[in-house]
């Protein structure tokens, strides 16, 4: 019972005690401008305007403020009642664990949801640099090449690097149900409405549900929504991870988090600058990464994996480029690996772990090593091999990397839910084994 009753309390410490009131003096493209608030609105503040409409703050002027409305004004007058509702925040709750919500912290599921009893603030600060702990343990993740090659640590951030249609949202449904972790935390920002369902129930499935909370904004949802739906997934992770609980938190995508930032700023009067990005899309994600990590002393970790769209695998592309800077390490997924059919579609030599060497042994980064020099032998040979312009002989380690090239792709398609990560080192030395075969 003392549950129910934490929750009504919360409920009723939301209603605001007064509201200040503006009204709607022009309705622009996208945009309206409001007067009677320019001394007591903030940029970032939440308003209702009218009766339906939600909005938010994006510039201040002399004469008055300009909102960014959640959905299109049709049916919006002037002259109408604007109420001021104050910073964002979202108030998360453990029960929240195996459940579907908005950005807004409202069930999407059809079943009652409890607000937590602590409202947090949607943009807050990374722990303080000199208090964070270094990165922690291997974790298992139930796909070998990540138990072996690209190692997962605790309290590591890695970006998942892909085009659309190559697995990366299987990929993702892997880790949910396989890393080792407390909790999950899945922002779905921009997906498309009919995906969210499939990846509930068929990607995620009911084992990876039960220990997750999933936020999503579709596609068809305002900039402001999508943008919001990022932070409120990193607000719910930091509840989690100040208890003391690790936190596994999966974002798809980045890339939709700075196009929403984008239409939000270009309303707010910013300039295009980076390849049609504003200036603050930089800082934005930057902000938002950097909450994720180990944690102070006396909390939890949040291990992230970040989800960004790539056009042609260009990762000099503006997101991916800014983001690669923050990160612990970076996964590229290959359309032409894919087309093949070997999945995950990862591009072994174009991705990095910044967990090794420290998070191997010595004779594990030895088998690493070994697997990456022949793969790179092979793929530096592989038109001549291809073209048959190649002689046995010729060169011992393209020999070697012949022989192992099978064994070791079809080594990089295996998951290991049971074996663990000792397992999934024999089963890569015996791939490799098969170099000095022949």
Same mark, same amino acid.
């Given at each position: 019972?003392?549950?129910?009753?934490?929750?009504?309390?919360?409920?009723?410490?939301?209603?605001?005690?007064?509201?200040?009131?503006?009204?709607?003096?022009?309705?622009?493209?996208?945009?309206?401008?409001?007067?009677?608030?320019?001394?007591?609105?903030?940029?970032?503040?939440?308003?209702?305007?009218?009766?339906?409409?939600?909005?938010?703050?994006?510039?201040?002027?002399?004469?008055?403020?300009?909102?960014?409305?959640?959905?299109?004004?049709?049916?919006?007058?002037?002259? %109408?009642?604007?109420?001021?509702?104050?910073?964002?925040?979202?108030?998360?709750?453990?029960?929240?664990?195996?459940?579907?919500?908005?950005?807004?912290?409202?069930?999407?599921?059809?079943?009652?949801?409890?607000?937590?009893?602590?409202?947090?603030?949607?943009? %807050?600060?990374?722990?303080?640099?000199?208090?964070?702990?270094?990165?922690?343990?291997?974790?298992?993740?139930?796909?070998?090449?990540?138990?072996?090659?690209?190692?997962?640590?605790?309290?590591?951030?890695?970006?998942?690097?892909?085009?659309?249609?190559?697995?990366?949202?299987?990929?993702?449904?892997?880790?949910?149900?396989?890393?080792?972790?407390?909790?999950?935390?899945?922002?779905?920002?921009?997906?498309?409405?009919?995906?969210?369902?499939?990846?509930?129930?068929?990607?995620?499935?009911?084992?990876?549900?039960?220990?997750?909370?999933?936020?999503?904004?579709?596609?068809?949802?305002?900039?402001?929504?999508?943008?919001?739906?990022?932070?409120?997934?990193?607000?719910?992770?930091?509840?989690?991870?100040?208890?003391?609980?690790?936190?596994?938190?999966?974002?798809?995508?980045?890339?939709?988090?700075?196009?929403?930032?984008?239409?939000?700023?270009?309303?707010?009067?910013?300039?295009?600058?980076?390849?049609?990005?504003?200036?603050?899309?930089?800082?934005?994600?930057?902000?938002?990464?950097?909450?994720?990590?180990?944690?102070?002393?006396?909390?939890?970790?949040?291990?992230?994996?970040?989800?960004?769209?790539?056009?042609?695998?260009?990762?000099?592309?503006?997101?991916?480029?800014?983001?690669?800077?923050?990160?612990?390490?970076?996964?590229?997924?290959?359309?032409?690996?894919?087309?093949?059919?070997?999945?995950?579609?990862?591009?072994?030599?174009?991705?990095?772990?910044?967990?090794?060497?420290?998070?191997?042994?010595?004779?594990?980064?030895?088998?690493?090593?070994?697997?990456?020099?022949?793969?790179?032998?092979?793929?530096?040979?592989?038109?001549?091999?291809?073209?048959?312009?190649?002689?046995?002989?010729?060169?011992?380690?393209?020999?070697?990397?012949?022989?192992?090239?099978?064994?070791?792709?079809?080594?990089?398609?295996?998951?290991?839910?049971?074996?663990?990560?000792?397992?999934?080192?024999?089963?890569?030395?015996?791939?490799?084994?098969?170099?000095?075969?022949?």
């Amino acid at each position: 019972m003392a549950g129910v009753f934490d929750a009504l309390v919360a409920e009723l410490s939301s209603v605001p005690v007064s509201t200040r009131l503006g009204r709607v003096r022009a309705i622009g493209r996208g945009t309206v401008t409001v007067t009677g608030l320019g001394d007591v609105a903030a940029l970032g503040d939440r308003v209702v305007l009218g009766d339906t409409f939600g909005g938010e703050v994006v510039a201040l002027h002399p004469d008055g403020i300009t909102v960014l409305t959640d959905q299109l004004a049709e049916g919006l007058t002037l002259g %109408a009642l604007v109420r001021l509702k104050g910073q964002a925040g979202i108030a998360p709750d453990n029960s929240w664990i195996g459940r579907v919500v908005d950005p807004f912290g409202k069930p999407l599921d059809g079943k009652a949801l409890f607000r937590g009893p602590e409202m947090r603030p949607l943009l %807050a600060a990374a722990p303080a640099a000199a208090t964070r702990r270094s990165l922690g343990e291997r974790l298992n993740t139930g796909v070998a090449v990540f138990d072996t090659l690209l190692p997962v640590v605790r309290g590591q951030r890695i970006g998942l690097f892909a085009g659309s249609g190559v697995g990366k949202s299987t990929l993702l449904g892997k880790f949910a149900r396989g890393i080792s972790a407390d909790v999950v935390v899945i922002a779905l920002i921009g997906e498309r409405g009919r995906e969210l369902r499939e990846f509930v129930e068929r990607v995620l499935g009911p084992e990876g549900l039960a220990r997750a909370v999933v936020v999503t904004a579709t596609s068809d949802q305002s900039a402001l929504i999508r943008r919001r739906c990022a932070w409120a997934a990193m607000a719910i992770a930091e509840h989690f991870r100040d208890q003391g609980l690790h936190v596994l938190l999966l974002a798809d995508s980045v890339t939709r988090f700075a196009e929403a930032h984008r239409e939000v700023a270009l309303a707010g009067g910013e300039e295009a600058s980076l390849r049609g990005y504003p200036p603050s899309v930089a800082p934005a994600i930057m902000a938002w990464a950097e909450r994720a990590g180990p944690g102070p002393a006396g909390a939890g970790d949040i291990t992230a994996v970040f989800s960004v769209l790539v056009a042609g695998s260009d990762m000099e592309e503006t997101v991916a480029d800014i983001l690669r800077g923050v990160l612990d390490g970076h996964v590229v997924m290959d359309r032409k690996i894919a087309e093949r059919g070997r999945y995950p579609a990862i591009d072994l030599l174009r991705s990095v772990s910044r967990s090794l060497p420290q998070a191997a042994t010595a004779a594990e980064n030895g088998d690493i090593a070994k697997a990456r020099r022949l793969l790179g032998a092979y793929d530096r040979a592989e038109l001549m091999i291809q073209a048959g312009l190649y002689s046995a002989g010729s060169d011992p380690v393209i020999d070697d990397a012949i022989r192992v090239w099978p064994a070791l792709d079809a080594f990089l398609a295996e998951d290991a839910p049971d074996e663990g990560i000792e397992g999934s080192f024999v089963r890569l030395r015996a791939a490799l084994s098969s170099a000095s075969k022949g």
